[in-house]
């Protein structure tokens, strides 16, 4: 499959077969995507929780539960590690966000080509993430979810609204 073609073709997955789990290989694939996705200085500021057992899975239902999310054979949790970003040279923002999103975007491509689906998550409640993990929100900060799973049978995809490119795109 070729880049493009992931990249005009995935979609967001709102329904997961729990019948059907993810292989280790492909995990292992899944996972080596973000680490050699690019980052600020190559600092590499995050971390990446595999989210297995039913505690930490129930963990995570109680910051955003939703039936798919139960459904789904795979949840990875991207947490950002402020101290070890990249900082810009106005020195009032650092790159951990930028970087947490580049490695799942990876990760969610990497995906793709496997034919697995994913939902990117960021509405769940991150200070409850912190105290149910024992995080220290500006320090380990949950960024994001990466749901992954196979879409069950059946399930009608809804067309992709996006806007023009020239809404998008100027030149100076």
Not at 2 to 15: F, L, M, Q, T
Not at 124 to 152: A, I, S
Request: a negative charge.
């Amino acid at each position: 499959m070729s880049v493009a073609s992931i990249i005009r073709d995935r979609h967001s997955y709102r329904a997961y077969d729990p019948s059907r789990k993810i292989s280790e290989e492909d995990m292992a694939l899944i996972l080596d995507a973000a680490l050699n996705a690019p980052s600020a200085h190559n600092r590499q500021p995050f971390r990446i929780y595999r989210l297995k057992s039913a505690e930490a899975r129930e963990k995570i239902y109680r910051c955003w539960d939703r039936a798919f999310l139960r459904d789904a054979p795979e949840i990875l949790m991207v947490v950002g590690e402020e101290e070890e970003a990249w900082v810009y040279k106005d020195g009032r923002n650092s790159a951990v966000y930028i970087d947490c999103a580049i490695a799942t975007s990876y990760m969610e491509m990497q995906a793709w080509d496997l034919g697995i689906g994913s939902l990117w998550v960021c509405a769940f409640d991150r200070e409850k993430v912190c105290e149910l993990f024992g995080f220290e929100m500006g320090r380990h900060t949950p960024v994001n979810l990466l749901v992954l799973g196979y879409e069950p049978d059946g399930v009608s995809k809804k067309p992709r609204l996006r806007k023009s490119l020239s809404a998008l795109y100027s030149e100076l």
